[in-house]
């Protein structure tokens, strides 16, 4: 059993598009977050929700809308994709949302790579 | 500068080698600190937290040292399947973090028999 699944696990698309990566957890979890991994390997936050309230929003255009319809699911939608937008987007998730050492790990999906043509 | 800094590598050494990889962090605030394991094209995963005095698992030994603001990972007698991206983790805050934590671009490691 897969704990945090994404879909599509590859997508390639044309600039302009509108496209959505689902992410679902099953393990209890009660905060999501959705990272970007780009061409230099840097992993950074994107957004973040806990118990479906948004409580993370970094820098990120508003292109991106993140949509939990429960604590088990977070969305992302990009409207209008860039060249840019190309990346591994991870999605990822915790119990709680304070990490000390030994506790609270945090568990990736297995990431979808967008690309954009 | 990053949050979070390190080497990127690649680090090339035989099977059995001895291998050290630093981190270092920018905020002396800083309070949690992770080695996290990243496989080509695979998603990270959690290899061990680092604690203050420092700790071992196995052939991988994590050490924190606040004064100079880095973590460092130590990998005995490599193995073929230690090869991975090595990736350091910083929380800065700890009561406030939110979840927020910094993740550096990752250590290249090949180990070759």
């Known amino acids: 059993d897969t704990a945090v699944s994404q879909t599509p696990k590859y997508l390639v698309t044309q600039m302009g598009n509108d496209k959505s990566i689902k992410c679902e957890q099953n393990?209890?979890?009660?905060?999501m977050y959705w990272y970007k991994q780009d061409s230099k390997k840097f992993l950074k936050i994107m957004f973040s929700?806990?118990?479906?309230?948004?409580?993370i929003n970094e820098t990120v255009p508003n292109r991106f809308s993140p949509k939990s319809p429960d604590k088990a699911h977070l969305n992302l939608h990009i409207n209008s994709l860039e060249l840019g937008d190309s990346a591994v987007y991870f999605c990822a998730s915790s119990q709680g949302r304070i990490f000390v050492a030994g506790a609270n790990v945090l568990t990736f999906g297995a990431g979808s790579r967008l690309t954009v043509l | 500068r990053k949050e979070v800094e390190q080497d990127p590598g690649p680090f090339n050494v035989p099977e059995g080698a001895t291998v050290a990889f630093n981190c270092t962090y920018s905020n002396s605030a800083s309070q949690s600190f992770f080695w996290y394991r990243q496989d080509c094209r695979k998603e990270p995963k959690l290899l061990m937290s680092?604690?203050?005095s420092g700790n071992e698992d196995g052939r991988f030994t994590a050490q924190l040292n606040r004064a100079s603001q880095y973590i460092s990972l130590l990998i005995r007698d490599s193995k073929l399947s230690d090869s991975a991206t090595y990736l350091c983790v910083v929380i800065f805050d700890r009561g406030s973090t939110l979840g927020r934590l910094y993740f550096g671009r990752g250590t290249q490691l090949t180990v070759w028999p």
């Open positions: 929700y806990n118990n479906k309230e948004l409580i």
């Open positions: 680092v604690y203050s």
């Open positions: 393990l209890g979890h009660d905060t």
